[in-house]
């Protein structure tokens, strides 16, 4: 796509927007829309500069907020999205690295999450996409207060919950993908998809906004194909118009120096003339139908080639209507799976909900301490927290008893709390040191890491 040398020649830009939409980290739940994920320590970010592999590869954002690249060297990203890492990379690469680049940046991995205080199991979890404190604290066993049969319930009630959203988003997705390949079949610009729910607006319009840009891209691909195909035969055209000329030409000057041949012989006979006349005017023929030769045989080459472009643009053509029908089949197959498993997760969550109506109380109806760090822009924010809260990729939820307390980790990205970290174990009751300390140990090392 971009290149060292040579012109762009815009294509293959396909599916870029689309692998930063619906692969780990692109697609968000709606409680990231006002809140956009900025890059940090640990984050594993995946960049393909396309017609590049040199350049492409998965890289790992290092403790000091910097990410190490070819060509670029070190870039700090603690204050950047994915996005704006990509628009960056772009402009970095443009400024006589590359012509033209076309980049995506992805997040190819998520941070896990962290959990610590009063829970049954303490730890590193892989964070899922719409996770809230409640789903973390499920993960995570529950409450101490609460059996393991609860436990159990709430984390299958949970998963049948992740499921759900799952499947729906896959719906959405797909939904507004036929859209924009039905309308590419029509030759439109725009399309539009049909939504009965006004609780998927907001994912409806930010997935339209990444099948807009794949739209475009293709239509411009595909028009710069087929205009630069177009081009060619135009020249090939002017090319043999020149050669049928030529072809013209050379045959009149063969005819004229038939004549003069005939002529000199007729003298040479009545011994008017030397031979030497007579051999000039053969020699100067053959060159002459010499040329003609190389002419006509230039002129076949010509016609030959047209007749291979024109075959090439009609392939063009044919090829991407094929695609897309393909690419449409492919759509509505998903589309009808999903919405026959639709109905049956949604029962299945209704009886688990009917079952198990559940809120994060202790014994003495007293809501637990709930509190959340989370790095942002090279800083750490602490935070107090519901169950309904929603948590980032690399959250650390701390879960404190009524009247303990959590603790807080206040700190410079580059320079955490050795302080708050050695206090942690001690705010969280029974996950003191005393009782468990394997998991202040785990605890503390994973703060740490951060």
């Given at each position: ?417 050795a302080a708050a970290q050695d206090a942690a174990p001690a705010t969280f009751g029974r996950s003191s040191s ?17």
């Amino acid at each position: 796509m971009a290149a060292l040398v040579g012109p762009h020649p815009a294509r293959r830009f396909v599916m870029s927007v689309a692998l930063a939409a619906l692969t780990s980290g692109g697609v968000a739940s709606a409680a990231w829309a006002d809140d956009p994920y900025y890059l940090s320590p640990g984050d594993r970010v995946g960049i393909t500069v396309f017609d590049q592999p040199d350049l492409s590869g998965t890289y790992v954002v290092e403790p000091n907020g910097e990410l190490e690249l070819p060509l670029l060297g070190p870039l700090n990203v603690t204050t950047l999205t994915s996005r704006e890492l990509q628009a960056q990379l772009v402009a970095r690469f443009s400024d006589g690295y590359l012509q033209h680049p076309v980049i995506n940046v992805r997040l190819s991995e998520l941070r896990p999450l962290t959990i610590v205080g009063e829970v049954r199991g303490a730890g590193r979890y892989a964070f899922i996409d719409g996770m809230t404190v409640e789903t973390a604290m499920a993960l995570a066993g529950g409450s101490l207060r609460i059996t393991g049969e609860e436990t159990a319930q709430r984390i299958e009630l949970l998963r049948t919950d992740e499921r759900l959203r799952a499947l729906i988003l896959t719906d959405l997705s797909q939904r507004v993908r036929k859209a924009r390949l039905e309308a590419q079949v029509k030759n439109a610009t725009t399309f539009t998809v049909q939504n009965n729910d006004p609780q998927n607006d907001e994912t409806i319009k930010r997935l339209s906004a990444g099948e807009q840009g794949i739209f475009d891209a293709e239509v411009k691909s595909q028009a710069s194909q087929v205009a630069l195909l177009t081009q060619q035969m135009h020249s090939i055209e002017v090319d043999i118009q020149s050669f049928e000329q030529q072809v013209t030409l050379e045959k009149e000057q063969v005819d004229i120096i038939d004549h003069q041949v005939a002529d000199v012989s007729g003298l040479l006979v009545n011994g008017l003339t030397r031979r030497s006349p007579v051999q000039d005017l053969q020699r100067e023929r053959s060159r002459t139908q010499s040329s003609l030769s190389r002419v006509i045989g230039d002129l076949a080459r010509a016609k030959s080639t047209l007749a291979e472009a024109n075959l090439k643009l009609q392939d063009i053509g044919n090829a991407y209507r094929n695609r897309l029908a393909a690419d449409l089949v492919n759509v509505q197959l998903s589309i009808d799976t999903t919405e026959s498993a639709l109905p049956l997760v949604r029962e299945d969550l209704r009886l688990r909900k009917e079952r198990l109506p559940f809120a994060l109380k202790d014994d003495d109806n007293k809501a637990l301490v709930l509190r959340v760090s989370r790095y942002r822009k090279g800083v750490m924010e602490t935070f107090d927290a519901d169950p309904s809260t929603p948590l980032r990729p690399g959250d650390i939820l701390q879960v404190g008893t009524g009247s303990g307390g959590v603790m807080a980790l206040p700190g410079r990205l580059s320079e955490p709390n050795a302080a708050a970290q050695d206090a942690a174990p001690a705010t969280f009751g029974r996950s003191s040191s005393a009782d468990n300390p394997a998991r202040t140990a785990m605890g503390n090392d994973l703060l740490s890491q951060r």
